[in-house]
């Protein structure tokens, strides 16, 4: 069975402005043959060195994604390469390569003319068996007609938009080691993964992911990262090697708690143990370390939980109290982003709120199928105001939902209180009753609708009839 492939991340690239770009280097340079038409391949010539003349959106594709890798100077491909791909397409499209000659390699590859049309052709289909990517389409019948087989081969991208059918596709090849040096590469080809990147360039303590280092790891939030990524993005700092050794020989005086032999009854322990007055939460932020997550819990009066979970299975190994460990998540975590991952104050809503406003995106028409509407809203009216203090004060108490639900917390929600305290949380945009506490740790609300009928605006369509 073929496996559908489900690419990085949408984005239709047909007209990618080199202004958009932050940071971005120099375009490539174009000459008046090629401008007029998508070329086989981008001349080899320094970048810059010649007067930009017409540029075609293809070329602005390449010069888009090539300013987006870092430390890598691409050239045209070999000719042989170039042609083994065209070979395996059936000679159905003109074909751009790249190359850094140490292990990466892209091809655009535009559907020729005289390409064959099919008349039965319903829909794209693209997928991987036995890790072999295959091209082709689902007929009226919605039966799979494979076209192309494409061995060794990845799909990064569809530079000239999702919704172009056989049209423009972008492949890759690339070995781990080369990947492993530049870990840009495979976001550089997507609107939402460049975002991504000028989100992790934006703060320099953030590092790209690598399976089997060590880091301190929190859920964040925010404008930016709303574009690319609909629930909390799980940001990574890299720990050195002097402070792995300084983090084992503080986890040596631990604490651990006797008789958790599950999760369930971790998370009972802390409930019991916090009380009613201020319950013990996670904070957001973990420790990844020699195969074990040490996941930070706490409260002003316990500050220092820790479970303890086999990174590999996720099973529970232990509950352990180290205020130590704890604190240095604290710390690097505000070093990063300028946020304290301090403690929920479950009695937060207890002071009367003075105003609260809400940023929700909502498809207005009936079949969903438009761009969404960014539908604003600020209410100071005393008796809404005091239905959501209600509504929130109940979620804080009730206690955190494990974990993210794969729910798109998209609509940001910002309190300001009488005394001049503010939060912000963000709420899921589906039928999902929850939201991300300062974009990092999950409750439920209750009912949509009784949040819709507090923003009767903003969330109009979510009322219930």
């Given at each position: 069975?073929?496996k559908s492939l489900?690419?990085?991340?949408p984005?239709v690239?047909?007209?990618?402005?080199?202004?958009?770009?932050?940071?971005?280097?120099?375009?490539?340079?174009?000459?008046?043959?090629?401008?007029?038409?998508?070329p086989?391949?981008?001349?080899?010539?320094p970048l810059?060195?010649?007067?930009?003349?017409?540029v075609?959106p293809?070329?602005?594709y390449?010069?888009v994604?090539?300013?987006?890798?870092?430390?890598v100077?691409f050239?045209?491909?070999?000719e042989?390469d170039?042609?083994q791909?065209?070979d395996?397409?059936?000679?159905?499209?003109?074909?751009?390569g790249?190359?850094d000659g140490?292990?990466?390699e892209?091809?655009?590859?535009?559907?020729?003319?005289d390409a064959?049309?099919?008349d039965?052709?319903?829909s794209?289909n693209?997928?991987e068996?036995?890790?072999?990517?295959y091209v082709?389409?689902y007929?009226?019948?919605?039966?799979?007609?494979?076209?192309?087989e494409?061995?060794?081969y990845?799909?990064?991208?569809m530079?000239f938009g999702?919704?172009?059918?056989?049209d423009?596709?972008?492949?890759?090849?690339?070995?781990?080691?080369a990947?492993?040096?530049?870990?840009?590469?495979?976001?550089a080809f997507?609107?939402s993964?460049?975002?991504?990147?000028?989100?992790?360039?934006?703060?320099?303590e953030?590092?790209?992911y690598?399976e089997?280092q060590s880091?301190v790891?929190?859920?964040?939030?925010d404008?930016?990262?709303?574009k690319?990524y609909?629930?909390?993005?799980t940001c990574?700092?890299?720990?050195?090697?002097?402070?792995q050794e300084?983090l084992?020989?503080?986890?040596e005086?631990?604490k651990?708690?006797e008789?958790i032999?599950?999760?369930?009854?971790?998370?009972?322990?802390?409930r019991k143990?916090?009380?009613?007055?201020?319950?013990i939460?996670?904070?957001?932020?973990?420790?990844?370390l020699d195969?074990?997550?040490?996941k930070?819990?706490?409260?002003s009066?316990?500050?220092?939980?820790?479970m303890v979970?086999?990174?590999?299975?996720?099973?529970l190994?232990?509950?352990e109290?180290?205020e130590?460990?704890?604190r240095?998540?604290r710390e690097k975590?505000?070093?990063a982003?300028?946020?304290?991952y301090?403690?929920?104050?479950?009695?937060w809503?207890?002071?009367?709120?003075?105003?609260?406003?809400i940023?929700?995106?909502e498809y207005m028409g009936i079949?969903?199928?438009e761009?969404?509407q960014l539908r604003?809203?600020?209410i100071?009216?005393?008796?809404?105001?005091d239905a959501?203090?209600?509504?929130m004060?109940?979620?804080?108490?009730?206690?955190e939902v494990y974990?993210?639900?794969?729910?798109?917390y998209v609509?940001?929600?910002?309190f300001?209180?009488e005394?001049?305290?503010t939060?912000?949380?963000f709420?899921?945009?589906?039928?999902?009753?929850?939201?991300?506490?300062?974009g990092?740790i999950?409750?439920e609300?209750?009912?949509?609708a009784d949040?819709?009928?507090?923003?009767?605006?903003?969330?109009?369509?979510?009322?219930?009839?």
């Amino acid at each position: 069975m073929i496996k559908s492939l489900n690419l990085f991340v949408p984005a239709v690239l047909a007209a990618v402005m080199l202004s958009t770009v932050s940071c971005a280097k120099a375009p490539i340079s174009i000459d008046s043959e090629s401008a007029s038409s998508f070329p086989a391949a981008v001349p080899d010539m320094p970048l810059g060195t010649e007067p930009v003349q017409t540029v075609s959106p293809l070329e602005e594709y390449l010069s888009v994604v090539e300013s987006y890798i870092d430390d890598v100077i691409f050239q045209t491909a070999d000719e042989e390469d170039v042609r083994q791909l065209s070979d395996k397409l059936q000679g159905h499209y003109e074909i751009t390569g790249r190359t850094d000659g140490g292990g990466l390699e892209y091809y655009v590859a535009v559907r020729r003319e005289d390409a064959p049309v099919y008349d039965d052709y319903d829909s794209l289909n693209v997928g991987e068996l036995d890790a072999q990517l295959y091209v082709g389409y689902y007929d009226q019948n919605s039966d799979p007609v494979v076209l192309y087989e494409l061995g060794g081969y990845s799909l990064l991208d569809m530079p000239f938009g999702y919704d172009t059918g056989l049209d423009s596709f972008c492949f890759g090849k690339y070995d781990d080691d080369a990947l492993t040096e530049n870990p840009s590469f495979l976001y550089a080809f997507s609107q939402s993964g460049r975002d991504t990147l000028d989100f992790l360039k934006s703060r320099p303590e953030l590092s790209f992911y690598q399976e089997g280092q060590s880091y301190v790891q929190f859920y964040y939030q925010d404008e930016s990262t709303i574009k690319f990524y609909s629930e909390p993005y799980t940001c990574s700092i890299a720990l050195t090697g002097a402070e792995q050794e300084e983090l084992r020989q503080k986890l040596e005086t631990s604490k651990t708690e006797e008789g958790i032999g599950s999760f369930q009854e971790a998370m009972t322990f802390m409930r019991k143990r916090g009380g009613t007055k201020d319950g013990i939460y996670s904070t957001g932020s973990s420790l990844l370390l020699d195969g074990h997550r040490y996941k930070s819990f706490g409260s002003s009066e316990f500050p220092g939980y820790l479970m303890v979970l086999d990174e590999e299975t996720g099973d529970l190994l232990s509950l352990e109290y180290n205020e130590d460990i704890c604190r240095f998540l604290r710390e690097k975590v505000k070093a990063a982003v300028g946020l304290d991952y301090g403690y929920v104050d479950s009695g937060w809503f207890k002071t009367p709120l003075k105003s609260a406003s809400i940023a929700f995106p909502e498809y207005m028409g009936i079949s969903g199928a438009e761009e969404a509407q960014l539908r604003t809203q600020t209410i100071e009216d005393r008796t809404k105001l005091d239905a959501l203090e209600k509504l929130m004060d109940q979620a804080l108490n009730n206690g955190e939902v494990y974990g993210f639900s794969a729910c798109p917390y998209v609509a940001p929600v910002d309190f300001v209180r009488e005394d001049g305290e503010t939060l912000r949380i963000f709420v899921a945009t589906d039928s999902c009753d929850s939201m991300a506490y300062e974009g990092r740790i999950s409750f439920e609300y209750g009912r949509q609708a009784d949040l819709a009928a507090i923003f009767d605006e903003a969330m109009v369509k979510r009322l219930e009839e």
